[in-house]
């Protein structure tokens, strides 16, 4: 329990920490629901269009100030998959595993990832996702993947031990990011690949705020309640959780 509380902690100040000015004019609102959903999924097409990936497989804004970028391919003109929820998904060609692993949704899985979260709004009559705040960057921080997090799948001792000691009934979706679970089974996972193997990004999962914590309250708080979140990410491996002994 010490260690959510931490990362909760760390959570906060990192998005405190990372939001960038935007001296432009943006239009600050209260949104309805349908609302939301609209300007978050107008968004992130902005936001496909705008940004590339790079040799590694790292997302990467296209720079108005250089003409270097502009051979390189839109997100937009991937082979992405919507899914019903608003979530979108890219297999990054030539990045799999093969065959690789199936992942189930309550796997242990091992995930080296940089993956940032978004407010979605309209400045200068435009629609875009803005505010940007990292979320998990393990290229930039350990240099390790990220094993078993909550966000994913969370322990049912773990949820167990949170009501027990707050005195509540929360369930999965405190603590998960529904949208994560729901596109990572499109992929396929490395088998075991080493943690010192250099990264090689194999695809991106892009979940609308309807779809990770809503306007809902979560294990972090309020700090990402209609916040999208663009996962950026490898998975080093897969493995079967042992049960009840890992969960």
């Known amino acids: 329990m010490k260690k959510i509380l931490l990362g909760v902690a760390l959570s906060v100040a990192v998005l405190q920490g990372c939001k960038k000015d935007n001296?432009?004019?943006?239009?600050?609102?209260?949104?309805?629901?349908?609302?939301?959903?609209?300007?978050?999924?107008?968004?992130?097409v902005d936001?496909?269009?705008?940004h590339y990936l790079d040799s590694k497989g790292l997302i990467v804004a296209f720079d108005d100030t250089t003409d270097t970028d502009n051979n390189e391919k839109k997100?937009?003109?991937?082979?992405?998959?919507?899914?019903?929820?608003?979530?979108?998904?890219?297999?990054?060609?030539?990045?799999?595993?093969?065959?690789?692993?199936?992942i189930a949704t309550n796997d242990i899985i091992s995930i080296m990832q940089a993956t940032k979260t978004y407010t979605a709004s309209k400045v200068n009559d435009k629609f875009v996702l803005n505010n940007e705040a990292t979320f998990v960057n393990n290229i930039?921080?350990?240099?390790?993947?990220?094993?078993?997090p909550a966000y994913y799948y969370v322990k049912s001792s773990v949820i167990k031990n949170y009501n027990d000691a707050n005195k509540t009934n929360v369930g999965r979706d405190f603590f998960e990011i529904e949208g994560?679970?729901?596109?990572?089974?499109?992929?396929?996972?490395y088998d075991n690949l080493d943690f010192a193997?250099?990264?090689?990004?194999?695809?991106?999962?892009?979940?609308?705020?309807?779809?990770?914590?809503?306007?809902?309250?979560?294990?972090?708080?309020?700090?990402?309640?209609?916040?999208?979140?663009?996962?950026?990410?490898?998975?080093?491996n897969t493995k079967t959780r042992a049960i009840p002994s890992e969960d």
Request: proline share 5%; net charge negative.
């Open 23 to 44: 001296n432009d004019d943006e239009e600050v609102v209260q949104l309805t629901v349908e609302e939301q959903k609209d300007y978050d999924d107008a968004a992130i």
């Open 75 to 102: 997100l937009s003109d991937y082979n992405f998959v919507k899914l019903p929820s608003g979530v979108i998904y890219i297999v990054k060609p030539g990045a799999q595993p093969d065959p690789g692993k199936d």
């Open 140 to 148: 930039t921080n350990t240099g390790v993947p990220s094993v078993d």
């Open 197 to 236: 193997s250099d990264y090689n990004m194999q695809g991106i999962i892009i979940v609308p705020s309807r779809a990770a914590y809503g306007r809902d309250d979560s294990i972090y708080g309020t700090i990402y309640a209609n916040r999208s979140f663009v996962f950026n990410f490898q998975l080093y």
């Open 180 to 189: 994560l679970k729901e596109a990572l089974k499109f992929f396929r996972s």
């Open 47 to 50: 936001f496909m269009n705008t």
